[in-house]
Each structure stands twice: as C-alpha cells, then as structure tokens.
C-alpha cells in the first residue's frame, strides 16, 4: 500500500519562503509521477506542481512558475516543493500525490491521475 506523508507547511508572510516535503513508501519501479497540488478555501484542487521521477522531467503551474521549484530525493523516495517569494493567493491546503504509472507520457496536470494522496498541509501566507 503507497503511503504519503507530509511536512513543511506553516504561517509565513508574503515575499518569504517554505519548503514542503513528501516522503512515500510502498511504490515499486521507477515510472511514477509525483505532483504536488493545492485547494483554497471554497475552490476546487488545483495543479502546482509534478516530476516524473525516472526522468526528472518537472511541470509547473504558469501561477506559480519562476517562484516554487520541485525536486526529488531518489535515496529517501521524497519529493521537495521549495516556494518562494510566496503571495497571500498562494495560500491553501497543499497536497502531495502519486501516479504510480504515469510513465512518460501521462498527462502530469490532471489531478484524476493521481492515486495516492497525502494528508495535506496548510499554507497560510499574510500580506
């Protein structure tokens, strides 16, 4: 069973910066895709972020391109969302999740997908 599980999230104010981390367990090969995503209060879950882990191809949401970077700990199974210069809009649940047979061409940005989620971890960003 693929178990994710978060850390990272906090209260910051707006230009600073965070970094969320996900560690899985229970994944088997190397072909899965790992995303990031997030849900503010009263709108629906939204794509952040995902890296394909065997090729470390990484995708990013236009809203959040150029300030969060995904990366991946191969030895620890984990993947990081380093945010920076963080804005009030930017605040929200964040989600870590899995698709454990995207492969190489799956499409990274559809949240249907992903078949393993993390408890989620709020981000909370004051101007």
């Known amino acids: 069973q693929v178990q994710l599980v978060e850390s990272g999230g906090g209260l910051v104010q707006a230009g600073g910066s965070l970094r969320l981390s996900c560690t899985a367990s229970g994944l088997t090969f190397n072909r899965y895709v790992m995303g990031w995503f997030r849900q503010a209060p009263g709108k629906e879950r939204e794509f952040v972020a995902a890296i394909r882990w065997s090729l470390r191809s990484t995708y990013y949401a236009d809203s959040v391109k150029g300030r969060f970077t995904i990366s991946r700990d191969n030895a620890k199974t984990a993947v990081y969302l380093q945010m920076n210069s963080l804005k009030p809009e930017d605040t929200a649940v964040y989600y870590c999740?899995?698709?454990?047979?995207?492969?190489?061409?799956?499409?990274?940005?559809?949240?249907?997908?992903?078949?393993?989620w993390g408890q989620g971890t709020q981000v909370t960003v004051s101007s």
């Open positions: 999740a899995v698709d454990p047979a995207g492969g190489y061409y799956s499409d990274v940005y559809s949240l249907t997908r992903y078949d393993y």
